[in-house]
């Protein structure tokens, strides 16, 4: 337990020293469970959330985008069902009054923190006695417009769906989209966690990547497609670098179902903090849009223009949380250099797939002088005009530059040297195998895109 909680600590570190993450409002001490993303991080952040809409969206004809507002009216969150039922069971400890969530200490997830032995027991001060559970609401409360009454009472969005199910008919109705088809958005989502934790894996504000996918309605087409994107949610992330004997799919019980769903399976990855969830793909039937239809008064049937049906069609939805993939790939690609491969003892390799890498990739002149800084900063000029990621550094010994972009993740090096001037060539270092190719100058952006198709 102790070394994975290490390996945590270290991630932290590094996110924090080399700008991939800052709590938020530092300054003023911070506040509990809100992350900003530093340079790094949101470059990484920005490449996963693209790499995901290319892969789901832009290259498929049978999804179409959608960004929908994060305040919506009152009453979407009490035809969804989250005014009624979006609630944590809360209890206070009586000696020290601290809160947690009561499932969360029966089931022991605090032992092993501060002073909590055993389940059931404060991570806190220790003790044992607590008030009776209380159901907490987990939305974010705000008002629209000057006074703050219950007429004005409105909720940051806790998940990114609804908004796609409000937009059902006129996404229909503009974009003409047949039956089965998807809905996709990347958008934040607000929960008043009581227990938040574990870096960014739980927060308050986080980013979730979400399909609605719309199927005939009949429990056969929604198996089907539900078996569909459960693969293809699990080969996005393997796609993408993460080992798959990291990953594993987990069938919810029934007893653990969402109010709305007929079957959830979370694709979970192996954390330093134990086993959790990095996703979700649920089978929410019509739920949605009839108690919207209903609601709303709005009829908000699909019509099937070869059988002359009108129904509510049945969804499929794969969800996934940007802030935990990134999270996942983070704690995938960390090493520590065992003194065998090349580089010294305990030196740190961020092995990111170059998707997903901040810096894809980073030109140095060997010294700065004899006009290499010119021509290493043709040559990132040149890359980052074509959309690659590239980062010019003159600082610094060459091993040390390389080690820097090493646990950063970025997995080539250009380094311009004399026979630069000389033969029109530069060395490109691959991070991973630490071989050294000598390429041509007007061959580099070549190079490298070949390596980003590969």
């Given at each position: 337990?102790t070394?994975?909680?290490?390996?945590?600590e270290?991630?932290?570190?590094?996110?924090?020293?080399?700008?991939?993450?800052?709590?938020?409002?530092?300054?003023?001490?911070?506040?509990?469970?809100?992350?900003?993303?530093?340079p790094?991080?949101?470059?990484?952040?920005?490449?996963?959330?693209?790499?995901?809409?290319?892969?789901?969206?832009?290259?498929?004809?049978?999804?179409?985008?959608?960004?929908?507002?994060?305040?919506?009216?009152?009453?979407t969150?009490?035809?969804?069902?989250?005014?009624?039922?979006?609630?944590?069971?809360l209890?206070?400890?009586?000696?020290?009054?601290?809160?947690?969530?009561?499932?969360?200490?029966?089931?022991?997830?605090?032992?092993?923190?501060?002073?909590?032995?055993?389940?059931?027991?404060?991570?806190?001060?220790?003790?044992?006695?607590?008030?009776?559970?209380?159901?907490?609401?987990?939305?974010?409360?705000?008002?629209?417009?000057?006074?703050?009454?219950?007429?004005?009472v409105?909720?940051?969005?806790?998940?990114?769906?609804?908004?796609?199910?409000?937009?059902?008919?006129?996404?229909?109705?503009?974009?003409?989209?047949?039956?089965?088809?998807?809905?996709?958005?990347?958008?934040?989502?607000?929960?008043?966690?009581?227990?938040?934790?574990?870096f960014?894996?739980?927060?308050?504000?986080?980013?979730?990547?979400?399909?609605?996918?719309?199927?005939?309605?009949?429990?056969?087409?929604?198996q089907?497609?539900?078996?569909?994107?459960?693969?293809e949610?699990e080969?996005?992330?393997?796609?993408?670098?993460?080992?798959?004997e990291?990953?594993?799919?987990?069938?919810?019980?029934?007893?653990?179902?969402?109010?709305?769903?007929?079957?959830?399976?979370?694709?979970?990855?192996?954390?330093?903090?134990g086993?959790?969830?990095?996703?979700?793909?649920?089978?929410?039937?019509?739920?949605?849009?009839?108690?919207?239809?209903?609601?709303?008064?709005?009829?908000?049937?699909?019509?099937?223009?070869?059988?002359?049906?009108?129904?509510?069609?049945?969804v499929?939805?794969?969800?996934?949380?940007?802030?935990?993939?990134?999270?996942?790939?983070?704690?995938?690609?960390?090493?520590?250099?065992?003194?065998?491969d090349g580089?010294?003892?305990?030196?740190?390799?961020?092995?990111?797939?170059?998707?997903?890498?901040?810096?894809?990739?980073?030109?140095?002149?060997?010294?700065?002088?004899?006009?290499l800084?010119?021509?290493a900063?043709?040559?990132?000029?040149?890359?980052?005009?074509?959309?690659?990621?590239?980062?010019?550094?003159?600082?610094?010994s060459?091993?040390?530059?390389?080690?820097?972009?090493?646990?950063?993740?970025?997995?080539?090096?250009?380094?311009?040297?004399?026979?630069?001037?000389?033969?029109?060539?530069?060395?490109?270092?691959?991070?991973?195998?630490?071989?050294?190719?000598?390429?041509k100058?007007?061959?580099?952006?070549?190079?490298?895109?070949?390596?980003?198709?590969?």
């Amino acid at each position: 337990m102790t070394e994975k909680n290490d390996l945590m600590e270290k991630i932290v570190s590094l996110c924090k020293r080399r700008g991939f993450v800052f709590q938020s409002s530092e300054i003023y001490g911070g506040t509990g469970s809100v992350y900003d993303f530093g340079p790094l991080g949101v470059e990484m952040k920005n490449a996963i959330k693209r790499a995901w809409w290319i892969r789901f969206v832009t290259t498929r004809s049978e999804i179409v985008g959608l960004d929908t507002a994060i305040i919506q009216h009152p009453k979407t969150w009490e035809a969804s069902g989250h005014l009624k039922s979006f609630t944590d069971p809360l209890v206070e400890c009586k000696k020290c009054h601290n809160r947690y969530r009561q499932d969360h200490l029966m089931e022991g997830k605090y032992v092993g923190t501060l002073k909590a032995k055993e389940p059931n027991q404060c991570p806190f001060c220790g003790a044992k006695d607590f008030s009776g559970a209380k159901d907490f609401n987990l939305m974010f409360k705000t008002f629209i417009g000057p006074t703050e009454d219950t007429a004005s009472v409105a909720y940051f969005r806790p998940e990114t769906a609804q908004g796609i199910f409000l937009n059902f008919k006129s996404v229909l109705e503009s974009s003409r989209v047949k039956i089965p088809f998807g809905i996709a958005q990347i958008g934040k989502a607000f929960r008043n966690e009581i227990t938040p934790g574990n870096f960014i894996f739980r927060t308050r504000e986080f980013e979730q990547m979400e399909i609605e996918f719309f199927v005939k309605n009949s429990r056969e087409e929604s198996q089907k497609w539900y078996e569909y994107w459960v693969g293809e949610t699990e080969k996005f992330y393997t796609d993408l670098g993460i080992k798959k004997e990291n990953l594993s799919v987990r069938q919810h019980d029934e007893d653990e179902l969402s109010h709305y769903s007929i079957g959830t399976s979370d694709i979970e990855y192996k954390f330093p903090f134990g086993t959790s969830e990095l996703g979700g793909i649920a089978q929410r039937t019509d739920f949605d849009l009839k108690q919207h239809e209903q609601f709303s008064g709005r009829d908000l049937k699909y019509f099937d223009e070869v059988s002359g049906e009108r129904y509510l069609p049945y969804v499929i939805e794969p969800s996934l949380g940007t802030d935990r993939a990134m999270l996942a790939f983070l704690v995938d690609g960390y090493k520590e250099s065992d003194g065998t491969d090349g580089r010294e003892s305990g030196e740190v390799v961020l092995a990111l797939h170059p998707s997903i890498a901040p810096v894809q990739i980073a030109v140095f002149p060997l010294v700065k002088k004899d006009k290499l800084p010119e021509i290493a900063k043709r040559i990132s000029n040149e890359l980052v005009s074509y959309h690659v990621r590239a980062f010019y550094d003159e600082s610094g010994s060459i091993g040390r530059r390389y080690r820097r972009q090493d646990e950063i993740g970025t997995p080539w090096c250009v380094t311009v040297d004399f026979e630069s001037v000389e033969k029109g060539t530069v060395t490109i270092r691959d991070r991973d195998t630490l071989k050294q190719e000598r390429v041509k100058i007007d061959e580099v952006k070549g190079y490298i895109f070949e390596k980003l198709r590969s």
